[in-house]
């Protein structure tokens, strides 16, 4: 029971720090502010849709990917690993790819648009949370914790639409500088994790060609 607990604070931390609720709402009440409530509404469903939807179906389809590839699992965890940290550092540094973001959706009026490309893409589901997904899915050793992986993806997005719908009063709470520390301080715990990513890949790859 243990391993399964420690291995949901895994899978949800890990997925919380990079979808990134707090420090993406900002962003997303940038974007639809100019909207009425039915419309941000439909919006923030669609957007967590299916950002929640491409993340749970590259989480279970990955392994296979790899495969059709010739990718082992551990050099996944390794570029996965590396990718995270970067994603850590962007974080830490202020997160300029959120910026870029934000310019390119507030010159699309399209609302549809605007769910998909940058809120569901790359907002809230992209390479990092995708390579993530992969790489903590393969290391469940039973239906049960490929369950929990899923599960603890479906929590975070639940959190994503919960922090929509009341997006004035986090906001009003928090303020932007509140959310940009927490999301560094979480960032922090990324980078960690992602260096355990690389060991873990490194010691795969050690113990599969016998050296260790």
């Known amino acids: 029971m243990i391993d399964y607990v420690g291995y949901f604070l895994t899978c949800f931390t890990t997925f919380f720090v990079i979808i990134d609720p707090p420090g993406n709402l900002p962003i997303f009440i940038a974007l639809t502010e100019k909207f009425s409530d039915d419309v941000r509404e439909r919006i923030s469903k669609r957007a967590t849709l299916i950002a929640a939807s491409i993340l749970i179906l590259t989480m279970v389809t990955g392994g296979k990917i790899l495969d059709y590839f010739g990718v082992s ?114 960032a922090v715990f990324l980078a960690a994790i992602a260096i355990e990513f690389v060991f873990d890949g490194f010691y795969g790859w050690l113990s599969e060609t016998r050296l260790i």
């Open 73 to 186: 699992i551990n050099s996944l965890r390794v570029a996965g690993g590396i990718l995270l940290f970067i994603a850590s550092v962007d974080i830490l540094l202020g997160g300029t790819r959120k910026e870029a973001y934000r310019r390119r959706a507030e010159e699309s009026i399209d609302v549809d648009s605007i769910a998909v490309f940058p809120l569901a893409l790359p907002l809230y589901t992209g390479p990092g949370a995708i390579t993530a997904g992969i790489v903590v899915y393969s290391q469940a050793t039973d239906l049960f914790m490929k369950a929990i992986a899923i599960v603890s993806a479906v929590v975070v997005y639940t959190i994503v639409r919960v922090s929509h719908i009341y997006s004035a009063p986090i906001i009003r709470l928090l303020g932007r500088s509140g959310a940009d520390i927490i999301a560094r301080i979480l």
